[in-house]
């Protein structure tokens, strides 16, 4: 008697990632963060790329019409992306706005930011990252139902993480007497809102343009009086100004980044707040 043993061949290869697309790195990191070895996310600019002036490229265009999902600020911050979708041919493609449901910190006027009312820079609060992290959830599993489980339990790790780092970094914060900072451009009231900063001046109203030689008298004057120390500047904008104003007050000029990847060693959301609050602290904490 013979014995015919058959074998079946099962192919048990994954499926391959889903092609993810992110207006700022600060989306790709979280994107990444949810959907982890299941996604391909690329970021439409760079953390050296200011988010308010960027001019797509013409590869945008084939990373657009590749992609299963996109994920964008909102708040009027990525005016350029819907031109983008169009002229890429991608009616179908689901755009993911993840401010929505963030409760905004209005600038005054409309025109303020070169921009909407609203300040964009959600992102700098991480209470305000839990909810976008939400619609990022929610999106990938739209587009890639079959790993939901995996991005829920993604997701709510990266939560968790982010919350013990919010306690971290308040206690850091809660130990310092001075709190009081003239920023380079308004990318950071959600920021000083959230760990109790004291911004007492912009240098720039509106990228683009630069200060006047008035205007830059009053903030001289400002830091004198107030005795402020410490000027935050941001390596996607021109360092000349709070250069020139560390030098005639004798504050210390600070770099810090709204995006990720700008500066060495921020490459994720969660190093990158941990880089500004350090770096922030530990300038006004000298004497």
Not at 144 to 168: G, V
Not at 219 to 244: A, C, D, F, M, T
């Amino acid at each position: 008697m013979f014995c015919l043993t058959v074998l079946f061949v099962t192919n048990t290869q994954a499926a391959p990632p889903i092609a993810v697309v992110a207006t700022l790195p600060v989306l790709k990191d979280l994107a990444e963060a949810v959907g982890k070895e299941h996604v391909r996310v690329s970021s439409l600019i760079s953390g050296l790329e200011s988010e308010h002036t960027y001019t797509p490229k013409p590869s945008d265009l084939i990373t657009i019409q590749k992609a299963k999902v996109l994920f964008q600020i909102g708040l009027d911050l990525e005016l350029w992306v819907r031109p983008l979708i169009q002229n890429a041919d991608r009616p179908d493609l689901p755009l993911i706005t993840t401010s929505r449901e963030v409760k905004v910190i209005e600038t005054g006027a409309a025109d303020d930011h070169g921009h909407g009312a609203a300040n964009p820079h959600i992102w700098l609060d991480p209470q305000n990252v839990k909810v976008m992290i939400g619609h990022i959830l929610k999106g990938l599993i739209a587009a890639d139902p079959d790993h939901r489980q995996d991005y829920e339990k993604n997701a709510s790790d990266y939560i968790r993480a982010l919350e013990n780092l919010e306690k971290e970094l308040k206690t850091k914060v809660g130990r310092l007497k001075d709190k009081k900072i003239i920023t380079h451009h308004p990318a950071w009231p959600y920021f000083a809102q959230r760990f109790g900063f004291d911004i007492r001046s912009n240098i720039l109203m509106q990228i683009g343009s630069a200060p006047s030689a008035k205007k830059l008298g009053v903030l001289i004057r400002q830091i004198k009086e107030e005795g402020i120390r410490v000027i935050v500047s941001e390596p996607q904008l021109n360092q000349k100004i709070p250069s020139i104003l560390a030098e005639e007050t004798g504050a210390t000029v600070v770099p810090l980044s709204p995006l990720t990847g700008a500066i060495s060693g921020t490459d994720h959301y969660l190093d990158l707040m941990r880089y500004n609050i350090e770096t922030l602290a530990a300038a006004l904490e000298k004497p």
